[in-house]
């Protein structure tokens, strides 16, 4: 539009228009997403016919008629279904350009959403050009969007396709609205959050965010509702969308359909047995083990199926052990060992408390924590990733938050003499969370809650493959889950000898009354009898 070079003394004018592009470049590089594409058309033209008469000339452009054209009708919609533009209501534009902004503004608020807005490109515009002729610098209006609007660029999935996708879901949402009442959806979430259906932190996020939506979307109509729907496909968490295809939308037929709670309880856990849920039950066909060969190559990620025990140094502790204070070198007397204090033990029964209650009130005191061992139990081994800088595949693994650790425990439990570990008291060398909490408990709900005990010289003697589960991997990998699952049986994890990251696993929603015996840092020794999470 105007230009600039180092000959020039810039004028009013030129003042004005670099802080045009700074407010909107300022802006734009702030905006929050998602951002949808509405069909506001002819907006550069709005945009000159509005500025004076003289100003005209100079602003016929077209680099800036391009980036306009691509992204200026882009918007965002808020929680209640209102349209904005994304850009044309920077503060700080120069007054000169007022006028014309806000008609470009107000079509787009005015307009119809046609689907969500995702590229890759990490610059949106052309910044400046060189004149070769003259060597006049031209200066035009081009964003650098902040991280969460581009889209990350995948092998298996370009921008376009991952958009089509909303699309899709955003029709599935509609139909699941229109098929499922908020009753339904109350009382489905209801009986997930009851704690009597197995497994049902697998589908509680789901319900939640689905009543929530049906809330906001009660009385909206027209285009608020168009928007909202949008909104919701747009923003939702993988798998959400697709309600009537998942778990949750056999629960909400259920109880549409007035099922009894026990023939409804019964179904759910047939559905949730984890040798079923979203396992593949059949061999992977000829096709689907090519389409992994192509899946696994583009993704960079064959070195990310090799797999082993993992180790307590790589575990994300929520508590271990004190260390006793080692003596000063180089003393005489530096070689010998203080005698062990024995701990007192307090005669009382064992203090019942739920884990949430004993992680704020008595783990930060802990000094030491031993655990009664069952003779069967939900013994369970974290693993890895054998080569640490394979691309992630695990659902809360990412390039910027490095976490290849996941985990598995046998269906019904498993007897203590398979992990080398007599029942009885024995020491925890570490309390964790699910590595999908490590870092954000909040992010993968539907993984579920739990933490796990550590126990010394607790590893698993039995083969059990490489536990490349399809509820734990990344979505690109959903539609060769039958290949993977294959893999996954007939590989072996690697690092055996040197497991130190195996103990005891226990949930959200069960009922535990599993025993503890900790040694606080004053000496003292109290027994507890945690019930459950929370």
């Known amino acids: 539009m105007v230009s600039a070079s180092s000959e020039m003394t810039p004028d009013t004018d030129d003042d004005d228009y670099a802080a045009f592009l700074a407010a909107l470049r300022a802006h734009g590089g702030a905006a929050q997403g998602p951002l949808f594409a509405t069909d506001a058309d002819a907006l550069h033209d709005a945009f000159l016919a509005a500025l004076p008469p003289e100003m005209r000339q100079g602003y016929t452009c077209a680099a800036c008629r391009r980036f306009v054209d691509t992204f200026g009708a882009l918007a965002t919609i808020s929680a209640r279904g209102e349209l904005r533009s994304w850009l044309w209501h920077a503060p700080g534009i120069p007054a000169r350009y007022t006028a014309a902004v806000q008609v470009m503004a107000r079509r787009v608020d005015d307009a119809r959403v046609t689907g969500v807005a995702l590229t890759s ?99 909206a109509k027209g285009p608020i509702a168009d928007r909202l729907l949008w909104s919701a496909a747009a923003t939702a968490p993988t798998g959400f969308a697709h309600l009537r295809a998942g778990m949750l939308g056999t629960l909400l037929e259920d109880v549409h359909a007035g099922v009894p709670f026990e023939t409804l309880r019964a179904r759910w856990a047939a559905k949730m047995d984890p040798t079923q849920y979203m396992r593949p039950q059949a061999a992977p066909t000829a096709g689907n083990i090519a389409a992994a060969e192509k899946v696994v190559e583009a993704l960079a990620s064959a070195g990310a199926l090799e797999r082993r025990f993992a180790r307590l140094d790589e575990v994300e502790a929520l ?109 925890v060398t570490a309390l964790t969370l699910l590595p999908s909490m490590w870092g954000a408990e909040v992010e993968h709900k539907h993984q579920g809650k739990g933490v796990i005990a550590l126990l010394r010289n607790c590893r698993d003697t039995r083969e059990a493959g490489i536990a490349l589960f399809p509820e734990v991997l990344k979505s690109e990998y959903r539609s060769i889950r039958a290949t993977i699952e294959a893999y996954s049986k007939g590989a072996k994890l690697e690092g055996r000898p040197k497991a130190t990251a195996c103990g005891l696993d226990l949930r959200a929603g069960q009922t535990w009354n599993q025993q503890l015996r900790v040694t606080d840092r004053r000496g003292t020794q109290t027994m507890y009898s945690l019930d459950r999470w929370d």
């Open 121 to 219: 490109l990490r610059v949106w515009g052309l910044a400046e050009n060189r004149s070769q002729r003259t060597g006049v610098t031209w200066r035009h209006i081009a964003i650098e969007p902040p991280a969460a609007l581009v889209h990350v660029a995948s092998p298996v999935q370009t921008a376009a396709q991952a958009a089509a996708e909303v699309a899709q879901e955003r029709v599935m949402v509609e139909r699941a609205l229109g098929e499922f009442s908020l009753d339904v959806a109350v009382s489905a979430r209801t009986l997930l959050k009851g704690g009597n259906l197995y497994r049902s932190e697998k589908a509680e996020a789901i319900a939640t965010w689905f009543v929530e939506l049906h809330e906001r979307m009660r009385g």
């Open 319 to 427: 508590w271990k052990p004190e260390t006793p204070t080692e003596p000063a070198r180089g003393g005489i007397f530096s070689h010998l060992r203080p005698k062990a204090a024995k701990p007192t033990p307090v005669a009382q029964p064992p203090v019942v408390m739920t884990f949430d209650k004993f992680r704020r009130e008595a783990l930060p005191e802990a000094a030491a924590i031993e655990l009664l061992v069952p003779e069967r139990g939900s013994f369970i081994a974290l693993i890895t990733a054998v080569n640490p800088d394979a691309p992630p595949i695990l659902q809360w693994d990412r390039a910027d938050r490095r976490n290849p650790v996941n985990w598995y425990v046998y269906p019904g439990g498993s007897p203590s003499s398979q992990w080398g570990v007599e029942p009885g008291w024995r020491e």
